[in-house]
């Protein structure tokens, strides 16, 4: 199956005809290049945005915000150390990991909205 979508790609590049000069390399190159920059606009940039904002939500983790985890867990902070924290959800103290904080649903010292 790959080898079929490679040899369609190849079949759509420029060809010389018999006497005629190969087309320059360039020709093949540039939709290679467009391609590359379109996933990297597409796919790396974004991703690296995101883990910039989630490493910056991270830093501003402080004793009271409540906070959801990646597993679904809603829990108010207690304690903050380097590499984790501890949260507590109804009668029950977890320690997690910060990377495990998917977002603050409330920061210390700020009533809800609703």
């Keep these: 199956m790959y080898l079929k979508g490679l040899n369609l790609f ?6 010389a005809r018999p006497g005629e000069q190969p087309p320059p390399i ?16 597409a796919l790396v940039r974004p991703q690296q945005k995101k883990t ?4 910056a939500l991270l830093k501003t983790l402080r004793a ?4 959801i985890t990646n597993g679904g867990i809603v829990g108010v902070v207690i304690t903050v150390k380097e590499k984790t ?6 009668d029950a103290k977890f320690e997690v990991s ?5 977002e ?4 210390s010292g700020e009533s809800s909205q609703s």
Aim: avoid cysteine.
């Design 85 to 90: 924290l501890s949260i507590r959800s109804a």
């Design 64 to 67: 009271g915000d409540k906070v």
């Design 52 to 55: 910039k904002e989630h490493a």
């Design 98 to 102: 910060k990377s495990s904080i998917a």
């Design 26 to 41: 360039w020709t093949t190159l540039v939709p290679l290049v467009l391609l590359v920059v379109i996933f990297w606009f």
């Design 104 to 107: 603050i649903t409330e920061r």
């Design 10 to 15: 190849l079949a759509l590049a420029p060809q």
